[in-house]
């Protein structure tokens, strides 16, 4: 039977596939897009995990391609739940019909390229068929981190991963339960967990900044005001270095004088979250203004935690925001209560996973749940854990090994017509990923709309340009302080994974580099190279 052959399919159903097939379909191309879920929703599908919500203000967390579409919905709250994110992406789904087209429950497990008939060889895990492009929707947080703790496979206990929450209710209730890492995932679900087990124990290795949400009822004020004025209020967020609403691009905190840094500072911790790192415009370009910012949270940390013992293990030293910083709804207030219990995995190492709980330090503790809030391989595990070869049969695997390489996070060489969605060498995770996420779909779709206008069949990246692309990214980086501490970033959180740091730093540059690129006929992209 001949295999099914379409234009372009599309891996992961969420908040990137969902838009590329509205926009690729509206462009005339045939495309599905394979989900391996059973529902839509990607990153908002998997992450069901207690207190999981956005950390970037709903109103700039959401697509902005459709006015009527922004102007219709309405949140309810200015960091919005999971559910609600879910229900949003389900109604965009419904509003623009992209239920037939996306086929749930059904994995890509391998692509291969064939280079006599320039096509994608897509294997599922239904079926074998061919595309001419293929593009990697797959997220940058959506490949779970499970560390290897000896004995996990014993356990016999209710196990979870904060990255692959069951669909069904899970009621701490009378549990005794414990949760490992201390990242943004553990942050948003700590407080609720506590709320609910009678006894939280939580393992950290290394303690992080968090600052408080404020979420709260959406204002109907201030979601009047933006709705009055969405473009241009898209525009200004954009415009600044992460793509996010607020962040101040002038001052500096090594200028100003104490008291009004800490006032500034204040100001800043109550009202704006993630942008409390743009309360001045040096804080991740200068190692001193860096520390007059993670000395005040530090002292809030002091003040909200009553034990100081606890708080003194609660307290960061590393510079702030070099890992991603987060964002919590009463984080280090559930310390205070006597249902949970911090220990330093630093002192206290997890020797291993029992069939009863596990053993750290000294301590056995009796466990009904033990919850992994371990991460993710970030921004490349998702496109490495699935078996794609390039020209010659090379494995993208292997390509990186040493290193993710990509032409501005788009286009891969060796990989002709497959493209990745926020992909390494993007501003991505350090950006509000929605409205990124966006510009490379329309970036993506008007590249293969403009291939089709000048018949042109195959587009490919070269290694020359994308290592002097990846040469650029570390080069900005390196005037900032991103690279100062491990984290996820620069791949420290993976042992066999190069510890090479991957998003590109700067939103307003990198946007006008690839509307060039784009304007200048895909300048750096190489089309129909004979094979
Ligand atoms: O994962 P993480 P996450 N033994 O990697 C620890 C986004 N997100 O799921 O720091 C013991 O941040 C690890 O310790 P250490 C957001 O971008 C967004 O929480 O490596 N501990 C760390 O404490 C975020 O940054 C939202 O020493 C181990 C924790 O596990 C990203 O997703 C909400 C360990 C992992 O923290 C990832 O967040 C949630 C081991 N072997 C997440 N291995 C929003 O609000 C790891 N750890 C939108």
């Given amino acids: 039977m001949p295999l099914r052959k379409m234009d372009v399919v599309v891996v992961g159903a969420g908040f990137s596939g ?28 998997w992450n069901r995990y207690p207190g999981a919500r956005c950390d970037i203000p709903s109103l700039q967390y959401s697509y902005q391609f459709d006015e009527d579409l922004q102007q219709d919905w309405n949140w309810t709250e200015k960091y919005s739940a999971q559910p609600e994110i879910l229900e949003y992406l389900n109604h965009v789904a419904d509003r623009f019909d992209l239920k037939k087209d996306i086929e749930f429950n059904t994995e890509v497990v391998a692509a291969k390229f064939n280079e006599e008939k320039s096509l994608w060889q897509i294997k599922t895990s239904k079926e074998e068929l061919e595309s001419k492009f293929c593009v990697m929707a797959t997220g940058c947080l959506s490949a779970p981190n499970t560390p290897d703790f000896e004995g996990m496979k014993d356990y016999e206990g209710q196990l979870l991963h904060t990255g692959k929450w069951p669909q069904r209710p899970v ?20 407080p609720v967990i506590a709320e609910q087990a009678k006894h939280l124990y939580v393992f950290q290795r290394t303690a992080n900044y968090s600052i408080p949400s404020n979420n709260g009822p959406m204002n109907t004020q201030e979601e009047a ?39 500034k500072f ?21 190692k001193d203004a860096n520390e007059m910012a993670a000395v005040f949270v530090r002292e809030k940390i002091r003040e909200k935690v009553k034990d100081p013992e606890i708080a003194e293990l609660l307290r960061p030293e590393y510079t702030i ?106 501003p991505s995770v350090l950006s509000n990923m929605v409205p990124s996420l966006e510009l490379h779909v329309e970036w993506i779709s008007n590249c293969i709309e403009w291939m ?80």
């Fill in 171 to 190: 009621d701490f209730t009378d549990e005794t339960v414990a949760i490992i890492g201390t990242g943004s995932s553990s942050i948003q679900a700590i």
């Fill in 266 to 286: 204040n100001v800043h911790w109550e009202n704006e979250g993630l942008g409390f790192l743009g309360t001045y415009a040096d804080l991740m370009l200068d």
């Fill in 452 to 531: 089709r206008e000048n018949k042109k069949s195959v587009i490919e990246s070269t290694k020359t340009v994308e290592d002097e692309w990846m040469i650029l990214v570390n080069e900005v980086a390196d005037q900032t302080v991103y690279k100062s501490c491990k984290s996820w970033y620069n791949g420290s959180n993976i042992d066999e994974k190069a510890k090479e740091f991957l998003p590109f730093i700067g939103v307003p540059p990198y946007t006008e580099k690839i509307t060039q690129v784009a304007e200048q006929n895909y300048q750096g992209f190489v089309f129909d190279k004979t094979n």
């Fill in 18 to 45: 969902l838009y590329l097939l509205h926009k690729l379909r509206s462009a005339g191309f045939s495309v599905t897009v394979f989900e391996k879920a059973d529902q839509l929703g990607g990153t908002w599908h």
């Fill in 321 to 426: 925001g070099c890992k991603r910083l987060c964002v919590d709804s009463g984080y280090f207030e559930a310390f205070n209560r006597d249902n949970v219990t911090l220990i330093d995995l630093n002192t206290n190492p997890i020797a291993r996973i029992t069939p009863e709980g596990l053993v750290a330090g000294k301590e056995e503790y009796s466990l009904d749940s033990l919850i992994l809030a371990t991460g993710f391989d970030a921004m490349t595990g998702a496109v490495t854990r699935i078996d794609i070869r390039g020209r010659g049969g090379v494995s993208l695997k292997d390509q990186w090994k040493n290193g993710a390489k990509s032409y501005l996070g788009l286009g891969i060489s060796n990989f002709p017509n497959l493209f990745t969605v926020t992909g390494p060498g993007s």
């Fill in 225 to 263: 005001d933006v709705k009055s004025r969405y473009p241009e209020f898209r525009k200004e967020n954009w415009d600044n270095g992460f793509g996010i609403a607020g962040l101040e691009i002038e001052a500096l905190a090594v200028e100003a004088g104490e008291e009004e840094r800490k006032e």
